[in-house]
Nanobody, 128 residues
Framework: QVQLVESGGGLVQPGGSLRLSCAAS????????IGWFRQAPGKEREGVSC????????YYADSVKDRFTISRDSAKNMVYLQMNSLKPEDTAVYYC?????????????????????WGKGTLVTVST
């Protein structure tokens, strides 16, 4: 059974950093387009960042550009989201998602309806 498991969330002060990890079982993440999405209370799920399958091209929402970095570690079958200069508005549950087609990149990186596999999410809280 395919599983995506996120980790690394927690409570951090504004301006701080966190690194989220996404581990996979039963699939090889290198063969998938991977996205990080987030959902804050009372808000719609939104795309944060995506990484392409073949050329590892990256995509970012305007709200996180220059602060967040998505990356892969093929040897460990992991994907990461490095989050720096965190703001209270970054508070949300963050989800790892995998799509075997490039549809997840549409928007860019906002077509969550195209996702084949979802993790259960990890909570990030940015607060004093």
């Amino acid at each position: 059974q395919v599983q995506l498991v996120e980790s690394g969330g927690g409570l951090v002060q504004p301006g701080g950093s966190l690194r989220l990890s996404c581990a996979a079982s039963e699939i090889t993440l290198n063969y998938y387009y991977i996205g990080w999405f987030r959902q804050a209370p009372g808000k719609e799920r939104e795309g944060v960042s995506c990484i392409s399958k073949s050329d590892s091209r990256t995509y970012y929402a305007d709200s996180v550009k220059d602060r967040f970095t998505i990356s892969r570690d093929s040897a460990k079958n992991m994907v990461y989201l490095q989050m720096n200069s965190l703001k209270p508005e970054d508070t949300a549950v963050y989800y790892c998602a995998a799509d075997n087609s490039p549809q997840i990149l549409q928007g860019p990186c906002s077509n969550y309806l195209a996702v084949d596999y979802w993790g259960k999410g990890t909570l990030v809280t940015v607060s004093t």
